[in-house]
């Protein structure tokens, strides 16, 4: 089935420096949902998109549904140690119902 | 957050084992999933439970059998599993309305099979 493509796979970053991942796909998406998870730990929902070209915002966190409807992005300012973890982008294909699509994951890793 | 939760967070159990994962939301929402997370792969969705039908089945192997008996709760019973089975299970659960679907996530079964 359809994949997305997310990039970087994983990042090393200073605290205080600012944070960019994104999501690719080769098809329409109607939704685009960025989540977060720690290890041992269930996906946290950080943001949700629903119409292209929103740009939303929850504190730090910052992503957009691309004009195309085939790309997303998620950017992270000023960086803190409890901002590591594996970054997920998951989106709803026009086609696809109730199913979601993920992508691999951004592991961040955050040196204080 | 505990819109979602699941039981037992950690289970250990030996292939000709029978055993139950518990999921329950506490949202209001009419549709749940199950997904089977590996190391370094994506989340791989394996069921999915609509008003309480099931409408979708991705492949599953039969050793793995969901129950939906209302809105609020999913299980997933497992039997005579493998080791390759071993993996976080995570439960998820959305309001469906028209064709927007926003899922929240439990904190996950680790499951290992020896």
């Known amino acids: 089935g359809q994949q997305l493509n997310q990039s970087p796979q994983s990042m090393f970053i200073q605290e205080g420096e600012d944070v960019s991942m994104n999501c690719t796909s080769s098809?329409?998406?109607?939704?685009w949902l960025w989540y977060k998870q720690d290890p041992g730990e269930g996906p946290v929902l950080l943001i949700a998109?629903?119409?292209?070209?929103e740009l939303t915002s929850n504190g730090r966190l910052t992503a957009q549904f691309g004009i195309t409807r085939k790309d997303s992005f998620l950017n992270i300012s000023a960086s803190i140690p409890s901002d590591v973890g594996i970054y997920f982008c998951?989106?709803?294909?026009?086609?696809?119902?109730?199913?979601?699509?993920f992508g691999e994951g951004t592991q961040l890793t955050v040196n204080p | 957050e505990t819109g979602v939760t699941q039981t037992p967070r950690h289970l250990v159990m030996g292939m000709t084992n029978k055993k139950s994962l518990k999921c329950e939301q506490h949202?209001?929402?009419?549709?749940m999933y199950w997904y089977k997370q590996s190391a370094k792969k994506p989340l791989e969705l394996m069921f999915v439970?609509?008003?309480?039908?099931?409408?979708e089945n991705n492949s599953v192997p039969s050793r793995f059998s969901p129950e939906c008996p209302n809105s609020s709760h999913l299980f997933l019973h497992l039997h005579t599993l493998q080791p390759e089975d071993s993996a976080l299970y995570l439960c998820?659960?959305?309001?469906?309305?028209?064709?927007?679907?926003?899922?929240?996530f439990g904190p996950g079964t680790r499951l290992t099979v020896l």
């Open positions: 998820a659960s959305s309001q469906l309305r028209s064709s927007l679907d926003t899922q929240y």
């Open positions: 098809s329409i998406f109607n939704t």
């Open positions: 998109l629903y119409k292209a070209g």
């Open positions: 998951a989106g709803q294909e026009e086609t696809s119902g109730s199913r979601l699509t």
């Open positions: 949202l209001g929402h009419n549709a």
């Open positions: 439970y609509s008003l309480e039908e099931r409408v």
